[in-house]
């Protein structure tokens, strides 16, 4: 997610203060103090998405996630949409750990503010810091968990509906 790639994102003006803010007020705040919040607000860029606003495109090589702090996100997969994730969800996850091509496209769904995280800032911050590094793996780490299991109950249920 960089402003030359997709130039409709709008870069907002960051402090470690600002991100710390928006982290705080995330869900993502809960698992951290007020002092490591600022301290991981530095790895955090800001931006903001217009409605409509491609974040990036399924198959698309990608290394940044995102947590969203205002409006939602549209997830499609093959033009379809199969989730809208709100304010405190992350989407991106997975470019993050593995570097691979997007598996799903991610579109603005309103006006939508997000920080973006990525690898090479979470690298320097393993490096600088690696019990907050780890942390956000962590954090990374359920949310993929979570989505796993509702993927796979989705699974099961479309199956069994499709079988009888």
Do not use: C
């Amino acid at each position: 997610m960089t402003d030359s790639q997709f130039p409709q994102l709008i870069s907002i003006e960051k402090t470690q203060q600002s991100n710390a803010q928006m982290l705080d007020a995330s869900h993502w705040g809960e698992d951290f103090s007020w002092e490591q919040l600022q301290i991981i607000g530095h790895y955090f860029k800001p931006y903001a998405a217009p409605d409509g606003t491609l974040i990036y495109k399924e198959g698309d090589l990608g290394t940044s996630m995102g947590i969203i702090i205002k409006g939602s996100i549209g997830v499609y997969k093959n033009d379809r949409l199969i989730s809208t994730l709100r304010v405190g969800r992350t989407f991106g996850e997975m470019s993050v750990i593995d570097a691979q091509p997007r598996s799903a496209t991610a579109r603005a769904e309103g006006e939508t503010i997000f920080l973006s995280l990525d690898k090479t800032s979470l690298l320097t911050l393993a490096n600088r810091n690696p019990s907050l590094a780890f942390k956000i793996m962590w954090n990374i780490s359920r949310a993929l968990s979570q989505r796993l299991r509702l993927t796979s109950g989705r699974l099961v249920e479309f199956l069994e509906s499709n079988i009888f």
